[in-house]
């Protein structure tokens, strides 16, 4: 099992920053893969970025590329998420995820652990 715990969400406003962090533990391994989602009310669960455990590969969400970041610390257990030039539309309950595998997914059933979520509200 993996438990994964995110903070760092808030109320900001448009043009403003925030840092996701979401630190992993259990039996993590090098060989998996993780996630950012977000969903907004009465919303799907849609992707926002991925990183490989060892940081060598990322993808992001077109409607995000340009603003955030993904990257992770030396250990790989924690995954941050920087988010710059926010909009009213990033806000969202934002969760991370591990994937038990290598490969970037983009879909939320391409994941195996999930997080409690963190609240992001941007004002405009």
């Known amino acids: 099992q993996v438990q994964l715990v995110e903070s760092g969400g808030g109320l900001v406003q448009a043009g403003g920053s925030l840092r996701l962090s979401c630190a992993a533990s259990?039996?993590?391994?090098?060989?998996?893969?993780r996630g950012w989602f977000r969903q907004a009310p009465w919303e799907d669960r849609d992707f926002v970025a991925a990183?490989?455990?060892?940081?060598?590969?990322?993808t992001y969400a077109d409607s995000v590329k340009g603003r955030f970041t993904i990257s992770r610390d030396n250990a790989g257990n924690t995954v941050y998420l920087q988010m710059n030039s926010l909009k009213p539309e990033d806000t969202a309950v934002y969760y991370c995820?591990?994937?038990?595998?290598?490969?970037?997914?983009?879909?939320?059933?391409?994941?195996?652990?999930w997080g409690q979520g963190t609240q992001v509200t941007v004002s405009s």
């Open positions: 995820a591990v994937r038990r595998a290598y490969g970037l997914g983009k879909r939320p059933y391409n994941y195996d652990y």
């Open positions: 259990g039996r993590t391994s090098s060989s998996y893969s």
């Open positions: 990183i490989t455990w060892g940081g060598g590969s990322t």
